[in-house]
């Protein structure tokens, strides 16, 4: 399917800096109609504690504006930030939406979870279960999303007009791309993905999912697919799939496991609830020597 490059969506950021995240109100220009991409829900950690206060603020700017939710979508399952999804969607509405690779990530983390039969693995968790090239609308705006595995194999970029949210399968051109070495990772596959991205428009806007500041720099969010073809520094300037699989291989056994894999990866396999225990209280399990 081709974008619609005469759509330009209004587009706000809002960006959570304990986990480096950007989450985005999309708006179509004609109508109130609005989508949420990649929301946040924030963990205190060691003291075992949710904070709601980054989806708070996007509830707040969907009210103030008068905008009527339609869409809350995952672009994966993230391992760094727990999803806010379920949050929002109670407050406003909306359907969850993600990739239907959702069930590889379900089986593989099920089993490394030792989930029990009653954790369902279809992803029927989820209101929505996209597959590659598939179309929808956020009020008049067209929009479909792209696979894109690698990261991980449920990984997809939701084309909206002339806007792209690329999730991590690319950062910004200074910071170049995601690892692929969690469970059902591979570069070579992300590297097909890029080039998925890289054949949309040159004009098209891309915005990502984390950005670190590489260098000290402004954290940033918005870049063109033209500006990552020519200065993306790991797939930039027609860099092979191989020299790509060397490096991001090499890269990837030099970095620390997300310090939240362990609560994202339970919450946000579950659409981003949370799970309990027998008794009904919000209960996380810690898997020894399996993820690291």
């Known amino acids: 399917m081709q974008p619609?490059?005469?759509?330009?969506?209004?587009i706000t950021p809002f960006f959570d800096e304990r986990s480096n995240t950007i989450s985005y109100v999309v708006k179509?220009?004609?109508?109130?109609s609005c989508?949420?991409?990649?929301?946040?829900?924030?963990?205190?950690?060691?003291?075992?504690?949710?904070?709601?206060?980054?989806?708070?603020?996007?509830?707040?700017?969907?009210?103030?504006?008068?905008?009527?939710?339609?869409?809350?979508?995952?672009?994966h399952v993230h391992a760094d930030h727990l999803s806010g999804a379920p949050y929002i969607q109670e407050k406003l509405g909306g359907k969850i939406g993600i990739g239907e690779k959702i069930t590889v990530i379900q089986d593989t983390?099920?089993?490394?979870?030792?989930?029990?039969?009653?954790?369902?693995?279809?992803?029927?968790?989820?209101?929505a279960?996209?597959?590659d090239g598939q179309s929808y609308n956020v009020g008049g705006l067209t929009c479909f999303a792209i696979s894109t595995p690698g990261h991980t194999p449920a990984c997809m970029v939701h084309v909206m007009g002339d806007a792209a949210f690329v999730g991590d399968t690319l950062f910004m051109p200074d910071g170049?791309?995601?690892?692929?070495?969690?469970?059902?990772?591979?570069?070579?596959?992300?590297?097909?993905?890029?080039?998925?991205?890289?054949?949309?428009?040159?004009?098209?806007?891309?915005?990502?999912?984390?950005?670190?500041?590489?260098?000290?720099?402004?954290?940033?969010?918005?870049?063109?697919?033209?500006?990552?073809?020519?200065?993306?520094?790991?797939?930039?300037e027609g860099k092979t799939r191989e020299e790509f699989i060397a490096f991001r291989?090499?890269?990837?056994?030099?970095?620390?496991?997300?310090?939240?894999?362990?609560?994202?990866?339970?919450?946000?396999?579950?659409?981003?609830?949370v799970p309990t225990d027998d008794d009904g209280n919000m209960m996380l399990k810690v898997p020894l020597n399996k993820l690291a």
Request: net charge negative.
């Open 249 to 273: 291989t090499e890269r990837d056994k030099q970095l620390k496991v997300p310090a939240l894999i362990i609560p994202s990866l339970q919450v946000n396999m579950r659409a981003g609830d």
């Open 109 to 127: 983390f099920g089993k490394i979870f030792n989930e029990g039969t009653e954790f369902q693995r279809d992803g029927s968790q989820f209101d």
């Open 4 to 10: 619609n490059m005469s759509q330009r969506p209004e």
């Open 176 to 236: 170049g791309s995601a690892r692929a070495d969690f469970p059902g990772g591979d570069a070579g596959e992300l590297y097909d993905s890029i080039q998925k991205v890289l054949a949309l428009p040159d004009e098209m806007r891309l915005f990502i999912c984390h950005d670190y500041g590489p260098g000290g720099r402004a954290i940033a969010w918005e870049t063109t697919v033209a500006e990552q073809k020519e200065r993306n520094i790991h797939v930039g």
């Open 28 to 32: 179509d220009t004609d109508s109130p």
């Open 35 to 75: 989508a949420v991409i990649d929301a946040v829900m924030d963990i205190d950690y060691a003291a075992g504690a949710l904070d709601f206060s980054g989806a708070d603020a996007i509830i707040d700017h969907i009210t103030q504006h008068d905008l009527q939710l339609e869409w809350i979508i995952e672009t």
């Open 129 to 131: 279960l996209f597959v």
